[in-house]
C-alpha cells in the first residue's frame, strides 16, 4: 500500500501513487524543528505521515498569531507550489514525526492528471479562506472576550459522553491561545478564571470543558450584532 494513502488529499481515490512517491523525499523530523521559514523561497508541497506541526506568523519584534495545527493526514506548502512566490508563514513541529516532501513541479503534474485530487485540493482551500475570513471578521468587530469565546468553540469537539458539552484535549496553554486571537497571555490567564467563576468551563487533567457552549455561541452572536 502506498504511504500516501493516507493522506486526505489521496484517500480513496484510484490512483497508482507508487510513481509519484518515487519522485518524492521523506523527512524526519523532531519537535521545534522548523521545517518551512516565512519568507522562504522553497516550493515543495509536505504531506504530514505522522507527528504534528503548528502554522504561525511572526512579526518583526517576535510577536506570533497561530494560523494552524496540523496532524497526520494533511499536507501545507501548496500555495507557493502553486504560485511560485515566497512562503508566506512558518511552520514548525510540535512533536516528533515524518512528511513526505512532494516537488512544486511533482505535484502540479499530479493536480492536471487527476481530476478528483485537484478538486478535493479547491475544496481545501476553499475551507482555509472561509476559516480565514471568519477569523478576520471577528477580529474586527469582536472584543477579546468574545474572540475566545468563539476561539474556544472552534478548537472543541463534541463530548462523547455529555450531552451538550465540548471538550478540548488536551487542554490549550493561556500563551497559545494568546497567539491565536491576538493578545497578552495575562489577558486569557484573566477571561479563563471568570470563566470557571460562570461555571462555562472546567479544566480537568487532561482536558478544558465547556459546559454550556451554548451559552458562548449566544454571547458571540449577539455581539456580532453589537458594536463594540
Avoid at 519537535?31 to 504530514?48: A, H, K, R
Avoid at 516537488?103 to 485530487?117: C, D, T
Avoid at 476559516?131 to 468563539?150: C, G, K
Avoid at 451538550?164 to 497559545?176: D, L, M, N, Y
Wanted: aromatic share 6%; proline share 5%.
Amino acid at each position: 500500500m502506498a504511504r500516501l494513502a493516507g493522506i486526505k488529499l489521496f484517500k480513496g481515490l484510484d490512483i497508482d501513487l507508487a510513481p509519484i512517491e518515487a519522485r518524492a523525499n521523506w523527512r524526519r523530523f523532531d519537535p521545534e524543528e522548523v521545517l518551512v521559514d516565512f519568507d522562504e523561497p522553497s516550493t515543495d508541497v509536505y504531506f504530514l505521515l505522522s507527528g504534528e506541526v503548528r502554522v504561525l506568523m511572526r512579526t518583526a519584534s517576535g510577536k506570533e498569531v497561530i494560523l494552524h495545527e496540523m496532524r497526520p493526514g494533511d499536507l501545507f506548502g501548496e500555495l507557493a507550489a502553486l504560485d511560485g512566490v515566497p512562503r508566506s508563514a512558518n511552520v514548525t513541529a510540535l512533536t516528533r514525526g515524518e512528511a513526505c516532501v512532494m516537488p512544486a513541479a511533482v505535484f502540479k503534474e499530479l493536480l492536471f492528471a487527476h481530476q478528483p485530487v485537484a478538486e478535493r485540493l479547491f475544496c481545501l482551500m476553499a475551507s482555509r479562506i472561509r476559516e480565514l475570513n471568519a477569523r478576520f471578521m471577528e477580529q474586527t468587530v469582536l472584543d477579546l472576550r468574545h474572540r475566545l469565546y468563539s476561539e474556544l468553540l472552534r478548537l472543541s469537539s463534541p463530548r462523547q459522553d455529555r450531552s451538550g458539552e465540548r471538550v478540548i484535549t488536551p487542554p490549550p496553554f493561556h500563551h497559545i491561545v494568546a497567539a491565536r486571537i491576538g493578545c497578552r497571555r495575562e489577558q486569557i490567564t484573566r477571561e479563563f478564571t471568570m470563566l470557571t467563576q460562570e461555571g462555562l468551563i472546567e479544566r480537568t487533567r487532561g482536558a478544558l470543558i465547556l459546559r454550556q457552549p451554548d451559552v458562548l455561541k449566544a454571547r458571540v452572536a449577539e455581539a456580532m450584532q453589537t458594536d463594540h
